[in-house]
């Protein structure tokens, strides 16, 4: 199993910035893509960027140009810069592994969730 710990979230006027990071722990061997989603008051979770173990990434559109994903093997952990941010970014943040899907699982392990509120 795969545990996440994030951390960063925050208050934010509009057009600033911020930076989420998730460590992940356990069976980190078996991680081949890991990635940031969000899921706003009333609305579905989507994804916002993800980054695979070979560096490859990609990002809703909506974030962008706005929003980098990178990650640190050495160190497990992924890092969201979150730069201009809009209103409209507001939203509990989650964490995300891949992993191969056992039997009882199917392979995506998640983080706490931590909040982002981007104020006008």
């Known amino acids: 199993q795969v545990q996440l710990v994030e951390a960063g979230g925050g208050l934010v006027q509009a057009g600033g910035s911020l930076r989420l990071s998730c460590a992940a722990s356990g069976s980190i061997f078996s991680i081949y893509a890991m990635g940031w989603y969000r899921q706003a008051p009333g609305k579905q979770r989507e994804l916002v960027a993800a980054v695979t173990s070979s560096g490859r990434s990609n990002y809703a559109d909506s974030v962008k140009g706005r929003f980098t994903i990178s990650r640190v093997n050495a160190k497990n952990t992924i890092y969201l810069q979150m730069n201009s941010l809009k209103p409209e970014d507001t939203a509990v943040y989650y964490c995300?592994?891949?992993?191969?899907?056992?039997?009882?699982?199917?392979?995506?392990?998640w983080g706490q969730g931590t909040q982002v509120t981007v104020s006008s």
């Open positions: 995300n592994a891949v992993s191969p899907p056992g039997p009882l699982d199917d392979g995506h392990s």
